[in-house]
């Protein structure tokens, strides 16, 4: 989040800026926990808290920004049946394909510890 901007402005934003695409926010789906001192093989970096949402794409066509994060290499859309093709980050196909299909409809919280990769 940047300064003066809320928690739905900064989902907006980062689609917008990492996807190129216009988004309607809308419930809260995931919170995933990156505590450092948990993992062994990551343990720098500081303890991060994020909070993923179920978002509609309302405009634009995803694209690689002008100006993409040290570790994006692109922007895809990905079927849900295709989803375990690809190496996501973090490694939550599983918590991903349980929402989509209405199994999982609470707000779950996902520690980084606990992945399987």
Same mark, same amino acid.
């Not at 402005?9 to 926990?33: C, D």
């Not at 062994?40 to 309302?58: E, M």
């Not at 634009?60 to 100006?67: F, H, I, K, N, Y």
């Not at 849900?80 to 394909?97: D, M, S």
């Given at each position: /989040? ?9 989902? /907006? ?11 309607? &926010? ?89 992945? &399987?990769?």
């Amino acid at each position: /989040m940047e300064p003066g901007e809320s928690v739905i402005e900064a989902v /907006m934003r980062e689609a917008l800026e990492e996807a190129g695409v216009e988004v309607s &926010v809308g419930p809260l789906a995931f919170v995933h926990e990156f505590a450092p001192h948990l993992v062994p093989s990551r343990q720098n970096g500081p303890h991060q808290i994020s909070l993923i949402f179920d978002c509609t794409v309302t405009g634009g066509e995803p694209r690689l920004p002008s100006s993409p994060d040290v570790n994006q290499i692109g922007v895809k859309w990905i079927p849900l049946n295709r989803l375990h093709e690809i190496v996501l980050y973090p490694g939550i196909k599983n918590e991903i394909i349980a929402y989509a299909s209405g199994r999982t409809r609470h707000i779950e919280l996902i520690e980084e510890h606990k992945l &399987v990769y």
